[in-house]
């Protein structure tokens, strides 16, 4: 789920992370509906829908928050709010035992963000799409060695 440890990063990529991620998320979607999704979490209609789309590009602009609020659906899954605090937690710690700052996770990600954002981002100051979440867990999670 969004908020576990990647065990392995060397055995996977941020693409197919996110894709994991989306691929979690479609299951809740299935069990629930489309509608009934879009009516409890207050997410998009269209965005829900895009997450049982067989693509991952397709649910591009979820954000973490949106995201977080579908995952909560799921049979004993903690509170939206929960999830997202777990995630940020987890990010910063591992910064931590990486020793790493935002600025080197900046030059070093592939993606297109200065320190500030990842610093904003991180901290929930800025939206963090799924897709970038996926790339900042798996960078992070590959250097704490």
Not at 75 to 81: F, G, K, R, S, V
Not at 85 to 90: L, P
Request: glycine share 4%; charged share 30%; hydrophobic share 45%.
């Amino acid at each position: 789920m969004l908020y576990d440890d990647i065990a392995d990063p060397d055995s996977t990529s941020p693409a197919e992370l996110r894709a994991e991620y989306v691929s979690e998320l479609a299951e809740v979607v299935e069990t629930h509906g489309v509608d009934s999704v879009a009516d409890e979490t207050g997410v998009d209609r269209e965005t829900v829908a895009a997450l049982t789309e067989s693509d991952a590009d397709a649910a591009d602009g979820i954000t973490l928050e949106e995201a977080a609020a579908v995952a909560a659906l799921a049979d004993e899954t903690p509170d939206a709010d929960a999830i997202v605090a777990e995630v940020r937690d987890n990010l910063l710690m591992g910064m931590t035992t990486a020793v790493l700052d935002v600025d080197t996770i900046a030059a070093d990600i592939d993606a297109d963000m200065d320190g500030k954002q990842v610093h904003q981002k991180v901290e929930g100051r800025a939206p963090m799409t799924l897709a970038e979440y996926a790339t900042l867990h798996h960078f992070i999670a590959s250097r704490q060695r």
